[in-house]
């Protein structure tokens, strides 16, 4: 069984550009979550998803980050205009119905964004 | 709001010594905690978890912590390190919200550097 894959996994862009990073998440998996490390820091919650609804994006940042589940299957967080401060390493999780408690979440091994 | 604490950013041990790995959490009800391993270039893999019962808890990879609650402590012991074990290591703690799904929130992550 495929695990929660995450695309690209590495990005380099120039401040003012576009990124779009994308999810897989391990199938039938209706959870889906978005967290974000900045170098040193904690890994940061973003946003949940349950199927193609945001249950919680409590933790996104700012207008410019914007995350879609089509579907219910695969996610993308775009980031849109990028800044310097959108640098880290963003990852994906996905868990069946029963959550992180209950059950398990998988993470990707994440998408590294250097904005520069 | 929950929050994590590992107070130590790196740590250094030799190949065949002990380990013990602190964390601390903050939660008003009874906490659900988790220990996560990162090798390099990989996601974050689930080492164990603990949400009721026996306060000792055994995980893959010949891991256990223990949760005392007296203390807000949730530390990660091995009895002898193995060079593999080289990575980072992330404490959670999970919550519910109004909605009723979990939310976890993640420590700052300690590196765990073994020495032949």
């Known amino acids: 069984e495929a695990g929660v894959t995450q695309f690209p996994s590495h990005s380099v862009i120039e401040k003012g550009q576009t990124v779009t990073l994308r999810c897989d998440p391990i199938?039938?998996?209706?959870?889906l979550y978005w967290y974000r490390r900045v170098m040193g820091k904690e890994i940061k919650f973003l946003l949940h998803?349950?199927?193609?609804?945001?249950?919680?994006e409590s933790g996104m940042p700012n207008n410019r980050f914007l995350a879609e589940r089509t579907g219910g299957t695969y996610s993308t967080l775009k980031v849109q205009p990028a800044e310097l401060e959108d640098s880290g390493v963003y990852f994906c999780?996905?868990?069946?119905?029963?959550?992180?408690?209950?059950?398990?979440?998988?993470f990707g091994q994440g998408t590294r964004l250097t904005v520069v | 709001a929950q929050s994590v604490t590992q107070p130590d950013i790196h740590i250094t041990v030799s190949e065949g010594a002990s380990l013990e790995l602190r964390c601390n959490y903050s939660?008003?009800?009874?906490?659900?905690l988790f220990w996560y391993v990162q090798s390099p270039g990989q996601g974050l893999q689930l080492l164990l978890k603990?949400?009721?019962?026996?306060?000792l808890v055994q995980g893959i990879k010949g891991f256990e912590a223990e949760f005392k609650r007296s203390q807000s402590s949730f530390n990660l012991r091995k009895p002898s390190v193995h060079w593999s074990d080289a990575a980072e290591y992330f404490c959670?703690?999970?919550?519910?919200?109004?909605?009723?799904?979990?939310?976890?929130?993640f420590g700052t992550g300690t590196k765990l550097q073994v020495i032949p």
């Open positions: 999780a996905s868990s069946q119905e029963g959550g992180w408690v209950f059950t398990e979440a998988f």
């Open positions: 199938s039938g998996h209706d959870n």
């Open positions: 998803f349950v199927k193609e609804s945001k249950q919680d």
């Open positions: 939660y008003g009800a009874t906490p659900y």
């Open positions: 603990y949400f009721s019962g026996d306060t």
């Open positions: 959670a703690v999970g919550s519910w919200d109004s909605g009723g799904y979990q939310k976890v929130t």
